[in-house]
């Protein structure tokens, strides 16, 4: 909770403010998660401030809230070519991810329990970037990490918004999206490398090396190439039904 309080304050989330008259903060809720590896080890354990975004008026303190996420056939396209080309699948997670995203309208929430500020305790908070929970923080990370990409020379596929692509006379790169997971494929390592950087520099990421899970799926390389699997999916989703 404190880790997760410390980045809402690196990241200027929200200030303190006086509810303006008429107006009515949201409510908030602590969620904790253990996040596990493919293998069904612990990786870590995570909590999370989610605002209550059931809370909120459409049309009022949010208006759109689609966000896409890459297509499963999208993957399997990609994979093939770099495997047919030989190239190395980078990927990467970024850190709080939505906590990323502007907001474009005024939203007030309460102050979280533990960590109400006790010289001001009849405030409440001014969100300035999205918080997990709100309606539109999906689409509000996704633009902003779109307009960053789109910065750094890439266009998206017409088949599929969250797809990326890179093409110059001397490399191909291609950039997968899902949420706050991203895959990074390439003909030039170094050119790779210097997108990651610049990422880095605009979201704290951690590079996770070669893929090996992704949108539940499991990636296995073998002699033959890469395989894919489902095997912690449905492991998951029998226990979830007790069978």
Aim: glycine share 4%; with cysteine.
């Amino acid at each position: 909770m404190i880790d997760e309080f410390v980045a809402l304050m690196r990241n200027k989330i929200w200030s303190l403010v006086s509810l303006p008259n008429g107006r009515k903060a949201i409510g908030y809720k602590w969620v904790f998660k253990v996040k596990e590896n493919f293998d069904g080890t612990i990786n870590k354990y995570k909590a999370r401030l989610v605002a209550k975004g059931f809370h909120q008026v459409a049309g009022f303190n949010f208006n759109e809230t689609f966000s896409p996420v890459v297509k499963s056939t999208t993957i399997r396209v990609v994979l093939t070519i770099t495997l047919a080309k030989n190239w190395v699948v980078r990927q990467l997670d970024i850190n709080n991810a939505f906590l990323n995203g502007d907001l474009q309208k005024e939203v007030f929430m309460e102050q979280p329990p533990r960590f109400v500020d006790p010289k001001q305790p009849h405030l409440v908070c001014k969100l300035h970037k999205s918080l997990y929970g709100l309606k539109q923080a999906p689409r509000a990370w996704f633009e902003k990490l779109r307009n960053a990409l789109i910065a750094f020379g890439f266009i998206t596929a017409r088949s599929d918004q969250s797809l990326f692509i890179r093409i110059t006379t001397t490399h191909t790169i291609f950039i997968l999206v899902y949420v706050d997971d991203i895959l990074v494929t390439r003909c030039n390592s170094e050119e790779v490398q210097t997108i990651i950087n610049k990422l880095n520099k605009s979201f704290t990421l951690k590079d996770l090396g070669e893929v090996d899970y992704f949108m539940g799926i499991q990636v296995r390389h073998t002699t033959e190439g890469l395989h894919l699997s489902q095997t912690k999916y449905l492991k998951d989703l029998l226990c979830k039904a007790r069978m």
